[in-house]
């Protein structure tokens, strides 16, 4: 038996295939301008003739006809953190357009969580934004930042922090000053958010495309005071794989 997790985000469309054990199958694609689009194709290319139960998640979580359940962001992100660090406490996610904090039971489910999307400054677009206006990507953003000294972004808007960078860059600021600078704002604003829900908590997880850079790691961990924040080589897809653990769930319980 197996189920399939489909998770729309605004940046990224992942789907995976669970077995009830582990991940055998997993796919991403940019969710574009037409997410519905991405899901249909990603769903009719990685459907097995053994898949038995579909879970849509996500911005365009109802743009899936053939979906079998519709699931929130939420519940999925908790329980693919689960599944990926048994002992997580919590979870923190920084997307595209949306950053989350969810705050998990000895159980692996969701007991409380905050969603800030109403600013695009503490995103992984607004990130991705700065690279590309220093000349860059974010795929090597770790080595961009390598021995830099933060600038100081002190702008709590997206649209006025922009108007900064570039002032900086008028003011030929080094470049990678300006993104750690960046990654500092971005990290800072997060751990105040996510304190008002994990503070003193330990087992913290750290999932999106953000996670598999090791100075916003570091640097998230240093502003919520731990050690390190968990994470793991598939964290990308950790609205996926929670969506397809609760259909497998699901489909036991059916069948």
């Known amino acids: 038996m197996i ?3 489909i998770d729309s985000g605004s940046a990224m469309t992942k789907a ?13 694609e940019p969710s574009g301008s037409s997410p519905g689009k991405v899901m249909r194709r990603l769903y009719e290319e990685m459907k097995t003739p053994d898949t038995c139960y579909v879970v849509a998640t996500g911005y365009g979580r109802e743009l899936l006809p053939e979906a079998d359940k519709v699931i929130t962001e939420i519940t999925c992100h908790g329980a693919g953190a689960a599944y990926l660090y048994p002992d997580c406490e919590a979870v923190i996610d920084i997307g595209g357009q949306d950053s989350k904090v969810i705050l998990l039971n000895d159980n692996g489910q969701v007991r409380d969580f ?3 999307d109403k600013c695009a400054a503490g995103t992984g677009r607004f990130l991705e934004m700065t690279m590309v206006r220093v000349g860059s990507d974010i795929e090597v953003i770790d080595d961009f930042v390598k021995g830099a000294e933060p600038a100081v972004i002190n ?5 006025f922090a922009e108007s900064e960078i570039i002032g900086l860059l008028a003011q030929e600021t080094k470049p990678g ?8 704002s971005i990290c800072r604003r997060t751990a105040i958010f996510a304190q008002k829900l994990i503070s003193g908590k330990t087992n913290v997880f750290f999932s999106g495309g953000l996670a598999q850079s090791e100075a916003i790691r570091k640097t998230l961990a240093g502003y919520l005071g731990v050690d390190e924040v968990k994470t793991h080589p598939m964290s990308q897809y950790n609205g996926a794989i929670g969506a397809a653990i ?9 069948k």
Do not use: F, H, P, W
Request: proline share 0%.
């Open 3 to 5: 189920t399939m997790g």
């Open 16 to 28: 995976v295939l669970y077995d009830g054990e582990k991940i055998v199958a997993c796919r991403m």
């Open 114 to 116: 905050l969603m800030n």
């Open 155 to 159: 702008s709590m808007c997206a649209v």
């Open 177 to 184: 000053d300006i993104v750690l600078g960046c990654i500092n």
């Open 246 to 254: 609760l259909g497998y769930q699901r489909a036991l319980r059916k």
